[in-house]
C-alpha cells in the first residue's frame, strides 16, 4: 500500500463520522451531510417523493427513506450497484447517458418527485480545475434535467466543486428556485472543495 493510501486509511478510521456512520448502521459517512442539512432546511417531509443521485453506497438514500416513511418514495440511482435498502427502489445506470435517462423515466412512470438530491461526484483526476469542470458539468447536466423529473414547488439539493464555474451556476440556479443557499454542512470535510446549494420552490421559466 502507497504512503498516501496508508495517510487516507489512517485519517479514515479516526473520523468521527466514519465511527458514528458504524454504530448508527448508515451506509456512508455522507448520510450526516444530509442530516445536517435536513435539520437547518427541512427539504424532506413525510410522504414525499425522493428522487437521490448519485446514490451509491445508499447513505442519503437510508436518510431520506426514513423520513418519508410508507407513504412516501425514494427512487436512488447510481451507475455503480449497491446493496438494496427496505423502501427504496434502485436503479443503475449513467444519468448523463441518454439511455439512463429513458430508464428514470420509465420507473418515475410520469409522476414528478416533491425533491431531488444530487451527491454526485466525478471520477477525479487531482487537477482542481478539470474536477471543477467535471463536477459543474454533472449539475448541470441534473438541472437540464429537472422540468422531467421535478415538480414545480419542489426542492433540489445539490452538490458542487468550487471553482471559476462556480457563480454563473449560482445563477442559473437562482434564476429557477425561489430560494437558493450555499452550504457546507459539518460534515463535510473542510479541505474538501464540495459545497452543497440547498434550492427551494423550483419555478421553471
Ligand atoms: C459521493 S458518492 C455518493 C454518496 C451517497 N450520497 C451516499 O450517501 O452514500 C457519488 C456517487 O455519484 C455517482 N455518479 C457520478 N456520476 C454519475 C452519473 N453520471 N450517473 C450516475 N451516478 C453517478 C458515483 O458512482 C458515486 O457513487
Not at 495517510?7 to 448508527?24: G, S, T
Request: net charge positive; aromatic share 8%.
Amino acid at each position: 500500500m502507497s504512503r498516501s493510501s496508508k495517510k487516507w486509511l489512517r485519517e479514515h478510521e479516526r473520523d468521527p463520522y466514519v465511527r458514528q456512520a458504524r454504530e448508527e448502521k448508515y451506509r456512508s459517512r455522507a448520510a450526516y451531510k444530509l442530516l445536517q442539512i435536513q435539520q437547518k432546511f427541512r427539504v424532506i417531509r413525510p410522504g414525499d417523493r425522493v428522487l437521490d443521485l448519485g446514490a451509491a453506497p445508499g447513505g442519503w438514500s437510508q436518510v431520506a427513506a426514513s423520513i418519508v416513511g410508507k407513504s412516501g418514495r425514494v427512487v436512488a440511482v447510481d451507475r455503480l450497484s449497491f446493496d438494496p435498502i427496505p423502501g427504496v427502489t434502485i436503479l443503475q445506470c449513467d444519468l448523463l447517458d441518454s439511455g439512463g435517462a429513458g430508464s428514470l423515466r420509465t420507473v418515475l412512470s410520469g409522476r414528478k418527485a416533491d425533491r431531488v438530491l444530487s451527491d454526485m461526484a466525478p471520477s477525479t483526476c487531482g487537477i482542481p480545475s478539470l474536477d471543477h469542470d467535471k463536477s459543474i458539468a454533472l449539475a448541470e447536466g441534473v438541472v437540464d434535467f429537472l422540468p422531467e423529473v421535478l415538480r414545480d414547488g419542489g426542492s433540489f439539493v445539490v452538490k458542487v466543486f468550487q471553482g471559476g464555474d462556480f457563480p454563473p451556476f449560482l445563477r442559473r440556479m437562482r434564476g429557477i428556485f425561489q430560494s437558493c443557499h450555499v452550504v457546507k454542512p459539518p460534515a463535510s470535510r473542510s479541505r474538501s472543495v464540495e459545497i452543497y446549494l440547498v434550492a427551494e420552490n423550483y419555478c421553471p421559466e
